[in-house]
């Protein structure tokens, strides 16, 4: 006889887990190829546009920290350079605004070649001495803010500005979701606790009308302009617009028609996962401005507590660089970086050309790779035809490397100004370690970068330990620890480059 079961008793199957879909990524970078080696023959002159935006370095560091390689198109060699202070010295006056300081070193990466290294060093403003701010923050409350690293952050980011403004700075505060609004009408810059109760009223929900938030922010900027004070916008969002005004050409084209008012806009991108990093980048440079990634509450205080005379007070803007190369001394060069910088030889000489900013006690640094016309470190071959080699010179193979020039605007005028600078063999040193260490410690931020982005032009015996080496030899005076912590993020990406080409083997061998 079969024994009565009841329903409690029946027998039903284990229920199976829901697997949650893993998250989208929706991040968006722009695909940008390094730049190509050059014959001098060809082009002698390399011109580009100064880049001080930070943004690239924060998020490679996000990337590494969470035991990951950076996607190759968000490493900016440029930006990962520009992180750091190389301590040039400084101007000795406000015009022109900053110090030129050029070296010459052999290559750690390509054995016969040389490193050219600009730097530039910006004239520091003191506490009591900087203008007043007329300043509109835009905050981004939209539903995609919700997460800690995103409104929460920038809450805390803000909070270290606040408390940095006087009575003579004007602060107003927007923000936009699906719509925008005022939160805060133009209040001075010592009512704190007015301005923080409105800060910490923001709250995060609904979609993303970003390009009505700008609106809306330029046009208070502008109701309150002052001509005696820095106006600038801040934006601070993780960029993802889905509302209104999308296209990022149609954003940028407002937002450089914006800056002939006078008003800048600078940037500072938030989170993960949906981060429209190409975006953050085109408007922040039509914006006269610099774009900046936040992902911690240290990198809030870099930028808005010990950098914040660099971050919001412009001392020089459209400054470009331009170099010719002596076709004796040098037959091929390539710019290490600034691929989204380049400008057109012309462009140098013409002041309608927008270029970049440079804030008080900025440095910005760019290096040449150059092959020398007696080396045999060539890359692109030599040619058949007599009139079509490189070197076809009279000139003076001792004499100078190429001629440097510089041009640049003080912020409130429109005529540019120009510096030159020969680069002699009196920059030129016999070998690295000879060389002063802001030299040493810029190369090796810039190997860092090229073996992240996998660079062609490194060869097999510099790697991750090579740029560890040299940046430990370099660290010098690290009052704030940025350069030790520059040498745990490339231990981490050796780690993670080592797993990731296990991951590929295992991945083959299936």
């Known amino acids: 006889m079969q024994r009565a079961v009841s329903p409690s008793q029946a027998y039903s199957p284990t229920p199976m887990p829901i697997m949650e879909p893993p998250p989208v990524d929706r991040e968006r970078y722009e695909d940008v190829d390094d730049n190509p080696v050059k014959r001098v023959a060809?082009?002698?002159?390399?011109?580009?546009?100064?880049?001080?935006d930070t943004a690239s370095y924060a998020r490679t560091r996000r990337f590494l920290t969470d035991g990951t390689l950076p996607p190759k198109d968000a490493v900016r060699v440029e930006e990962l350079i520009n992180?750091?202070?190389?301590?040039?010295?400084?101007?000795?006056?406000?015009?022109?605004?900053?110090?030129?300081?050029?070296?010459?070193?052999?290559?750690?990466?390509?054995?016969g070649n040389e490193l050219i290294q600009i730097g530039l060093q910006g004239y520091n403003i003191e506490a009591d001495e900087r203008p007043a701010m007329n300043l509109t923050l835009l905050v981004d409350v939209s539903g995609s803010m919700s997460s800690p690293d995103k409104l929460p952050l920038a809450k805390k980011a803000l909070g270290m500005l606040v408390d940095n403004m006087s009575e003579k700075d004007t602060i107003s505060v927007a923000v936009y979701a699906g719509a925008a609004g005022m939160v805060l009408e133009p209040t001075p810059g010592n009512e704190k606790s007015k301005i923080m109760a409105a800060l910490e009223g923001m709250a995060a929900g609904g979609s993303t009308a970003g390009g009505e938030g700008l609106r809306l922010a330029y046009s208070l900027a502008e109701q309150n302009f002052d001509e005696d004070s820095v106006n600038r916008v801040m934006l601070l969002t993780d960029g993802d617009f889905n509302v209104g005004v999308t296209s990022d050409e149609r954003l940028e084209d407002f937002v450089s028609r914006k800056r002939d008012s006078g008003v800048f806009l600078s940037v500072m991108g938030f989170g993960r996962g949906n981060y429209n990093d190409a975006m953050m980048q085109?408007?922040?440079?039509?914006?006269?401005?610099?774009?900046?990634?936040?992902?911690?509450?240290n990198e809030a205080r870099k930028l808005l507590n010990d950098d914040l005379s660099g971050s919001l007070f412009t001392i020089a803007k459209d400054v470009k660089i331009q170099v010719e190369f002596n076709p004796a001394k040098v037959s091929e060069y390539r710019l290490i970086g600034y691929e989204t910088r380049m400008l057109e030889e012309a462009d140098f000489n013409n002041d309608k050309v927008d270029a970049g900013e440079i804030g008080a006690g900025h440095t910005v640094t760019a290096l040449y790779e150059v092959t020398p016309v007696d080396a045999d470190s060539a890359l692109t071959g030599e040619r058949r035809y007599e009139g079509n080699k490189s070197g076809e010179t009279n000139a003076d193979p001792s004499a100078e490397y190429g001629f440097l020039k510089l041009r640049y605007k003080l912020p409130d005028e429109d005529t540019s100004k120009l510096i030159e600078v020969p680069i002699t063999n009196d920059l030129a040193f016999e070998t690295l370690d000879e060389a002063p260490?802001?030299?040493?410690?810029?190369?090796?931020?810039?190997?860092?970068?090229?073996?992240?982005?996998?660079?062609?032009?490194?060869?097999?015996?510099?790697?991750y330990d090579s740029v560890i080496e040299l940046a430990l030899d370099a660290?010098?005076?690290?009052?704030?620890?940025?350069?030790?912590?520059?040498?745990?993020?490339?231990?981490?990406?050796k780690t993670a480059a080592a797993q990731e080409t296990l991951e590929q083997k295992n991945r083959g061998g299936d």
């Open 42 to 52: 060809d082009e002698p002159v390399s011109t580009f546009s100064v880049d001080v």
């Open 83 to 111: 992180y750091f202070d190389y301590s040039y010295p400084l101007p000795e006056a406000a015009d022109p605004p900053f110090s030129t300081n050029v070296s010459v070193v052999p290559s750690p990466w390509k054995s």
């Open 282 to 297: 085109k408007i922040a440079q039509a914006g006269n401005g610099m774009a900046a990634y936040v992902d911690t509450v």
């Open 437 to 463: 260490l802001y030299t040493r410690f810029a190369t090796a931020v810039a190997g860092f970068g090229q073996l992240l982005k996998g660079s062609s032009f490194i060869s097999d015996d510099f790697d």
């Open 475 to 493: 660290r010098g005076e690290d009052a704030f620890g940025y350069r030790s912590e520059f040498v745990q993020l490339a231990r981490s990406a």
